[in-house]
């Protein structure tokens, strides 16, 4: 039987933080990788949350030194709005706190729309307007991440994900969608630890302390990340730092964690 102790190696939670230290580790990292991959650009999509946010400021920082070492990089941000986003300023204040070498816009909501008409063409109809909102949700962030790739394929990049331990957990990512990237500059951390690199970082404080959401879903605009957990993040960071959480909190993590393991594997090959 998987316990808590074995989901916290699983998804590699140092038992001691530095946000100082752990900065300057992932930084180095990110500049690691990017040097050795041949490659000279770090794509990521900006969208106002405190994990978008910390990600790209960590790879500007990357960009930046290595530069100062003699290499030709950059950092991309991408706004990849379904229309028009309702914390739009949320965005561009994260924007203006990170200082991308460029950034492209693009527009996701008529090639997720398209897409989905296509799907319903063909012949498959929703069980109601609830698993019709989610399935679309889906594929806007799918439609997302073709967008990352695309233009990290013409400018010689790597895109960046911004999975972290809490929504790994939890299973709370698109299975290629946000899921999908080729460097993930946040893994093994809890969302506390992702807002006190934030806050060394100087990520501003309104951005730190935004309640977190996907923001995928039509009909519940901005629904906060909890209220799809049935947890809080106070109790997911609890827990995988070792610490004792309620017995609905345990079990609902315990829960999420075993239903959503086909998202954290390969794909499965046969013999």
Avoid: C
Avoid at 4 to 21: C, S
Avoid at 85 to 108: K, N, S
Avoid at 250 to 259: E, F, T
């Amino acid at each position: 039987m998987t316990t808590q102790q074995d989901i916290i190696a699983a998804l590699g939670v140092a038992p001691k933080f530095d946000a100082r230290q752990e900065t300057k580790r992932r930084v180095d990292f990110l500049k690691g990788y990017l040097s050795n991959s041949g490659m000279k650009t770090y794509v990521l999509g900006i969208s106002g949350g405190i994990d978008s946010t910390t990600a790209a400021m960590l790879a500007q920082q990357a960009v930046r030194e290595l530069r100062e070492e003699g290499r030709d990089t950059q950092f991309v941000a991408v706004r990849l709005p379904y229309g028009v986003q309702a914390d739009e300023h949320d965005a561009q204040a994260a924007l203006t706190a990170i200082g991308p070498d460029r950034v492209f816009t693009v527009d996701i909501k008529p090639a997720a729309d398209a897409m989905w008409q296509q799907i319903k063409a063909a012949g498959f109809v929703p069980t109601d307007t609830a698993q019709e909102d989610f399935l679309l949700g889906n594929v806007k962030a799918r439609q997302r991440m073709i967008a990352q790739f695309a233009l990290a394929g013409g400018l010689k990049g790597l895109v960046i994900g911004t999975d972290h331990a809490a929504e790994a957990v939890m299973g709370f990512f698109t299975k290629f969608g946000d899921g999908a990237a080729d460097i993930l500059p946040l893994a093994g951390l809890n969302k506390r630890r992702v807002r006190a690199i934030a806050n060394h970082l100087g990520v501003p404080g309104a951005l730190v302390s935004k309640v977190p959401t996907a923001d995928l879903e039509d009909n519940a605009p901005l629904r906060p990340d909890e209220d799809a957990y049935g947890v809080t993040y106070d109790e997911i960071d609890d827990f995988l730092e070792g610490k004792q959480v309620s017995a609905v909190g345990r079990d609902r993590i315990m829960q999420a964690y075993g239903k959503s393991a086909h998202k954290r594997e390969l794909p499965v090959a046969g013999s």
